[in-house]
């Protein structure tokens, strides 16, 4: 029995024909049909949204909605093919799940997990997961980061300049000492053993990540194998900064 952790729905083979605007993706299914699918990331895909490369979508029986189909996975052809989430609304979800089941250890201390609280000091922000426990025990803060870009074998974050990810970074820093501030990578891909922060494209965000660490910020570069059958946990990627 395989430890997924989240199955994908059915899901239908294609090949990517182009990205345009952000949230549509052009895709030719392998039965011939060429179809418009909605791209639910709205970062750049570097290294990833390649032409031609092989996709898988999932389709809603929604009649509301303007697109049936939602682009899911990407496979890049690097040292091996892998294939790669490109679902941003998709690693909260997993990492709930992952959260009910404690899969983390280096959390511990929590019996409660609630998501996108209200925080920071013009309480405009919402953090992804508050975990609380006893009074005794600190909350903890908790913020997830889709990480797709890589250079060789070490995930890397962000892959554009991110201001919003900058003022995540300033507002975790804002509860410590006081309760717990954790930033989970989600790397959405099971080929990257490390991790780093993305210097070229964002180095003030580099620079926030490794002075919020000297305070006492923790991070979770998280891996993930991701498949078309679905996502499994595998553990820690090593953090280099």
């Not at 922000?125 to 803060?141: A, C, H, M, N, W």
């Amino acid at each position: 029995m395989t430890d997924w952790l989240y199955r994908y729905p059915k899901l239908y083979p294609g090949f990517l024909l182009k990205r345009y605007k952000r949230f549509f993706a052009d895709v030719q299914l392998t039965s011939g049909e060429v179809v418009t699918a909605h791209c639910p990331n709205t970062g750049p895909m570097t290294g990833v949204s390649k032409i031609g490369s092989p996709v898988q979508l999932s389709q809603s029986d929604n009649p509301n909605r303007k697109l049936a189909y939602t682009l899911e996975l990407i496979q890049v052809q690097e040292q091996e093919p892998t294939w790669v989430g490109v679902n941003t609304a998709l690693p909260n979800r997993v990492i709930k799940l992952a959260l009910e089941k404690f899969l983390f250890p280096e959390l511990r201390d929590y019996t409660q997990v609630k998501g996108e609280v209200i925080y920071g000091k013009d309480k405009k922000s919402r953090v992804d997961f508050y975990l609380t426990g006893s009074e005794k025990q600190s909350p903890i803060y908790l913020e997830v980061k889709n990480t797709t870009w890589t250079q060789g074998n070490l995930a890397l974050f962000p892959d554009t300049e991110t201001t919003r990810g900058q003022k995540h970074l300033r507002e975790l820093m804002e509860v410590l000492p006081h309760s717990r501030a954790v930033m989970l990578y989600f790397i959405n891909r099971g080929d990257c053993p490390e991790f780093a922060p993305g210097d070229s494209t964002d180095p003030v965000y580099g620079k926030l990540l490794r002075q919020a660490i000297t305070v006492g910020l923790e991070v979770l570069p998280c891996r993930f194998d991701v498949s078309p059958e679905g996502i499994r946990y595998l553990g820690l990627a090593k953090l280099k900064t």
